[in-house]
């Protein structure tokens, strides 16, 4: 069974204006990844967050965690058309290298 | 593409036809996935492997064996394809420590007639 959801499942926004993606998941947690994936590809990672930490930036990426709710967010600011892709939620459970559980993800369109 | 290859990139093949999908790395990680893509339902773990000979299934594993004889190969197989089985195919790599990402091929299109 999927271990995060992500929310939207589809987002639509203009070029320059911010997106914000949204991740639940239902048990506890090593750690949460974001991955991005563009028409065709494969999953790229793109940003790890620790159980202990609650928030974490990479160059116009910001992801938050909230242990209490079991929830993360991604957020890209000032949105570029090469933005448009996936992005998938990522978990392991909290022991080891156990696989990681992807959510279904949310497809992000950019408009320039 | 972090040293991953998928062969072959696209099949066709019929019912009840057994079927073999290759994952090549060249990071000697040891860890080697094989994932399954299919609309609605995101990503989902069919098995894996933590070194040579070492295997493991995942939540979608029904259906599928795989074999791992070297460190560099991980071979996924359909003993007998079924409709069911159509779906986009992904091996992933990730080293041995606990907080390293995967890193994914670029999939292999699998269409069962």
């Known amino acids: 069974s999927q271990q995060g959801e992500e929310d939207p499942q589809a987002l639509s926004i203009q070029e320059g204006e911010n997106a914000t993606m949204n991740c639940s998941y239902k048990?506890?947690?090593?750690?949460l990844q974001w991955y991005r994936q563009n028409s065709g590809r494969g999953l790229v990672h793109l940003i790890l967050?620790?159980?202990?930490?609650r928030e974490k930036h990479s160059g116009r990426l910001r992801v938050t965690l909230d242990t209490s709710k079991k929830s993360s967010s991604l957020l890209i600011t000032a949105s570029r058309a090469a933005d448009t892709a996936s992005y998938f939620c990522?978990?392991?459970?909290?022991?080891?290298?156990?696989?990681?559980?992807f959510g279904k993800g949310t497809r992000l369109s950019v408009i320039a | 593409d972090a040293g991953i290859t998928q062969s072959p990139r696209h099949k066709v093949t019929e019912t009840g036809t057994p079927v073999t999908l290759r994952c090549h790395q060249t990071?000697?990680?040891?860890?080697m996935y094989w994932y399954r893509q299919d609309p609605g339902h995101g990503l989902r773990l069919i098995h894996y492997?933590?070194?040579?000979?070492?295997?493991d299934k995942g939540e979608v594993s029904d259906g599928y064996s795989v074999s791992r004889s070297k460190t560099e190969d991980f071979l996924l197989t359909l003993e007998s394809a079924t409709s069911s089985q159509t779906s986009v195919y992904f091996c992933?790599?990730?080293?041995?420590?606990?907080?390293?990402?995967?890193?994914f091929g670029n999939g292999t299109r699998l269409t069962v007639t």
């Open positions: 990522a978990t392991d459970a909290n022991s080891g290298n156990t696989p990681l559980v």
């Open positions: 967050i620790r159980s202990n930490e």
């Open positions: 992933a790599i990730k080293q041995g420590t606990d907080n390293s990402p995967l890193h």
């Open positions: 990071e000697n990680h040891r860890y």
């Open positions: 048990t506890s947690i090593n750690n």
């Open positions: 492997s933590y070194g040579v000979k070492d295997t």
